[in-house]
Nanobody, 123 residues
Framework: QVQLEDSGGGLVQVGGSLRLSCAASGRTLSSYAMAWFRQAPGKEREFVARISRISGTTYADSVKGRFTISRDNAKNAVYLQMNSLKPEDTAVYYC?????????????????WGQGTAVTVAS
């Protein structure tokens, strides 16, 4: 069983930055892809960024160039650096562990989820 603890969310002004963290316990995650998703009020959970086992990355078009996903296998953790935040980035952000090596943009490919951390971008 894997436990994921998301943290780092908060209230930030437009144009500001936040760094989200996801700490994992219960299993070494270096062999799995990991990802961040987000869910805004009244909307479905959507893909934000993914990092493969060998640190290849993909991003949603809406965050490309502003967000950076990274991982520290020694700490069993994944991070999301968010810069130039916009009001439309407001959501609860979740980290997730894939079922395999590469992951995807589909929530169906992720087996374990964090509890979420809320990000609010004030205009």
């Amino acid at each position: 069983q894997v436990q994921l603890e998301d943290s780092g969310g908060g209230l930030v002004q437009v144009g500001g930055s936040l760094r989200l963290s996801c700490a994992a316990s219960g299993r070494t995650l270096s062999s799995y892809a990991m990802a961040w998703f987000r869910q805004a009020p009244g909307k479905e959970r959507e893909f934000v960024a993914r990092i493969s086992r060998i640190s290849g990355t993909t991003y949603a078009d809406s965050v490309k160039g502003r967000f950076t996903i990274s991982r520290d296998n020694a700490k069993n953790a994944v991070y999301l650096q968010m810069n130039s935040l916009k009001p439309e980035d407001t959501a609860v952000y979740y980290c997730a562990v894939s079922r395999g090596l590469f992951g995807s943009e589909s929530t169906n490919d992720y087996l374990y989820w964090g509890q979420g951390t809320a990000v609010t971008v004030a205009s």
